[in-house]
């Protein structure tokens, strides 16, 4: 004898059967996403990175900490002048982040259309004045520094240059011009005073605590000194954007910050 559904439980049955593979679908997709939500793409490439000189000591540790986290990356950082490592980028050099000590060379990139976005501030800086161990000279301030001998300051075209003359000049304090060793960053500026060639300079705190038993410092009270705001941004030529993306955002988590307030950076 053969059963008949009635239409009424036909339209029951087909619904439970839609239902129960709608249901099966949702989760094996919901299962797919999770899956793909937690696995992650891992990080894997080259980026060579542009950053002031000032910036050596704590970019070397925040390289080595991100690599140690993404073995597959492959990082190269140029250290320089930030003037000059702007130039460099205008004029082709490769790069894929920018890090610098002074806003206006960025704002160049900026606004030459060289960035991938706007650059963010992720350190500032101060000066100080450093001398031969034991101060020989004396030297207790900026007025010091016009007849102590050979003062070592940066080129004007770095922003450790910029803001020591601009912190000289606010000061009324003149130099001689032959009295005055250019260094090309503020590593070179330092070493000049360390190897003996200056017998004093004006470079930045933290590069100043990094040699710390090579120097002593003297203050530049804070009415005559100038803060450095550090500003990082992605190149637009970068072919390696997730990379340099995920490198900045480390530069700005509290990982890299912490990095940096270690050797002396101020908060942004």
Do not use: W
């Not at 101060?135 to 301030?141: A, C, D, F, L, Y």
């Amino acid at each position: 004898m053969r059963t008949r559904l009635t239409p009424a439980v036909a339209v029951l049955a087909a619904l439970a059967f839609i239902a129960g593979c709608s249901s099966e679908s949702a989760r094996t997709a919901s299962g797919d996403d999770e899956s793909a939500t937690t696995t992650g793409a891992a990080l894997s490439g080259t980026i060579i990175v542009s950053a002031a000189a000032s910036l050596t000591d704590s970019f070397t540790t925040i390289k080595d900490d991100f690599v140690a986290e993404h073995p597959d990356v492959d990082i190269t950082i140029n250290f320089g002048s930030s003037g000059a490592l702007s130039t460099q980028i205008q004029e082709g050099a490769p790069a894929d982040v920018a890090a610098f000590a002074d806003t206006t060379p960025m704002t160049t990139l900026r606004d030459a259309g060289l960035l991938a976005a706007a650059p963010q501030i992720f350190a500032r800086n101060q000066l100080v004045i450093v001398t031969k161990p034991g101060n020989p000279e004396g030297i207790t301030g900026l007025g010091d520094l016009a007849d102590a001998g050979v003062i070592s300051l940066c080129v004007d075209t770095a922003p450790c240059g910029k803001f020591a003359d601009q912190i000289l000049g606010d000061a009324g304090i003149t130099v001689p011009a032959v009295s005055i060793s250019r260094g090309t960053d503020v590593r070179a500026t330092l070493t000049a005073v360390t190897e003996g060639d200056a017998v004093a300079g004006i470079v930045y705190v933290t590069d100043a605590a990094s040699v710390a038993p090579q120097v002593d410092t003297v203050d530049i009270p804070e009415a005559e000194n100038v803060i450095a705001s550090y500003p990082i941004a992605v190149v637009a030529a970068t072919a390696s954007g997730e990379l340099a993306d995920a490198f900045q955002a480390y530069v700005l988590s509290d990982a890299g910050r912490a990095v940096l307030e270690e050797a002396g950076f101020l908060a942004p």
